[in-house]
């Protein structure tokens, strides 16, 4: 059960890609995601998000979001930028932080960490163990809070990591760092440890993950709040919004299942270092999501079925609107982060379902007060 609790303030409202590529090339998915953030400045969205992640496949190319903020804030002017998400357990903390607090400057004080375990197949090619994720992601990020906290640190000794006679330069713009937010997407235990260190909470919703366990995840971030710590819940769902609903829900169904599809193959054609698959294929909520969505004929037929219990939103902006609002109502997020531009979906389209939330749905989608 959600305990009671009312967001305060203006909703903020973000665009997320998994940065995807099936029938692309990387430049051209660059060039497209560059161009859509550049559009997404000036519609008045307040952040953009993508991935992080190694390795050859039609999951991401996204392996430096930092580097693609740092080149995406010379042609913006307000946007902020999220990576949702950076591996932790790949990333020596002394290093990830001056790299954060490098871009910080550099965007002129517009990076938002999102920190996680990280995709079990990417940790897989790095040759981490996923049974050490959860200790490597909390080491890290408990690690790198120090270092942006610290003015100096003589010695600090964790289980995987070390730093010695460091000073952070450059120091980030944001005092003392970047807004951190956490990522959740099935585990319990990650929501909790969001809320037991006061940083934020991404919650990846887009995936198909169930409505009630969402809800769960929420509920346990929240009651690991410090006493007197705003929470800061940054809700996924995927989303399109067209004219018509027919539209709406062919071009909602094409990116979601095609990104479904694309998540399912990479899981499932990863071994990890002892020979045996260890991914989302094993992890039930993940599974059966995917493999539920994985075809525009599965999504549109769970969609109908479940309804508001996949975060997938299709729809006319009066039926988007709506929607949302039951979301906002039972979530309470402080920031929705919109799933438009995922799987095989053309640029065009994106781009138009982008002018039509802006232009039809931003204004009362910010003062839904949850």
């Known amino acids: 059960m959600l305990r009671p609790y009312v967001r305060r303030g203006i909703l903020k409202i973000g665009l997320f890609t998994e940065f995807s590529y099936p ?47 740092v080149a995406a804030a010379q042609r913006t002017k307000r946007i902020r930028f999220l990576t949702g998400i950076v591996s932790a357990p790949a990333h020596h903390p002394a290093i990830l932080a001056s790299e954060v607090a490098a871009a910080d400057l550099l965007t002129g004080g517009r990076i938002m960490l999102g920190i996680g375990r990280g995709h079990p197949w990417v940790l ?5 163990s996923p049974a050490e994720s959860t200790a490597r992601f909390e080491e890290s990020l408990r690690m790198l809070v120090e270092v942006f906290k610290c003015d100096y640190i003589d010695s600090l000794e ?27 997407a099935t585990t319990p235990e990650s929501a909790i440890f969001a809320g037991k260190i006061a940083q934020g909470l991404v919650q990846p919703g887009y995936l198909g993950i169930p409505f009630d366990l969402v809800r769960a995840l929420t509920d346990s971030y929240r009651n690991n709040l ?36 694309v998540f399912l193959r990479s899981s499932q054609s990863r071994p990890n270092l002892t020979g045996v698959k260890e991914a989302y294929a094993t992890k039930s909520a993940s599974r059966l999501a995917f493999e539920k969505l994985s075809t525009p004929t599965k999504a549109t037929q769970a969609l109908a079925q479940e309804e508001t219990n996949i975060m997938a939103v299709w729809g006319t902006p ?8 039951f979301y906002v109502d039972a979530l309470c997020p402080e920031q929705l982060m919109l799933n438009i531009a995922s799987g095989t979906l053309a640029q065009e389209k994106v781009l138009q ?12 989608v910010r003062s839904l007060s949850g």
Not at 318 to 325: G, N, Q, S, V
Request: hydrophobic share 35%; glycine share 6%.
């Open 158 to 184: 964790g289980q995987f990591w070390e730093i010695r006679d460091f000073k952070l330069s450059p120091p980030p713009l944001q005092q003392p760092h970047p807004p951190v937010y956490t990522a959740a």
């Open 353 to 364: 379902a982008m002018r039509l939330f802006a232009e039809a749905m931003m204004p009362e």
């Open 318 to 325: 009066d039926d988007c609107i709506e929607k949302i609002k």
């Open 124 to 128: 897989n090619r790095l040759g981490l």
């Open 226 to 261: 410090p006493t007197g710590t705003a929470s800061d819940v940054i809700l996924g769902i995927h989303l399109h919004v067209a004219r018509t609903r027919e539209e709406a829900v062919e071009n909602g169904a094409l990116a979601l299942s095609s990104q479904a599809d």
């Open 23 to 69: 029938g692309k090339s990387e430049e051209q998915t660059y060039s497209e995601v560059l161009e859509q953030i550049a559009l997404a400045d000036e519609l008045g969205y307040d952040f953009f998000s993508t991935t992080e992640s190694y390795g050859k496949d039609l999951f991401s190319c996204s392996p430096f979001p930092l580097g693609l903020y």
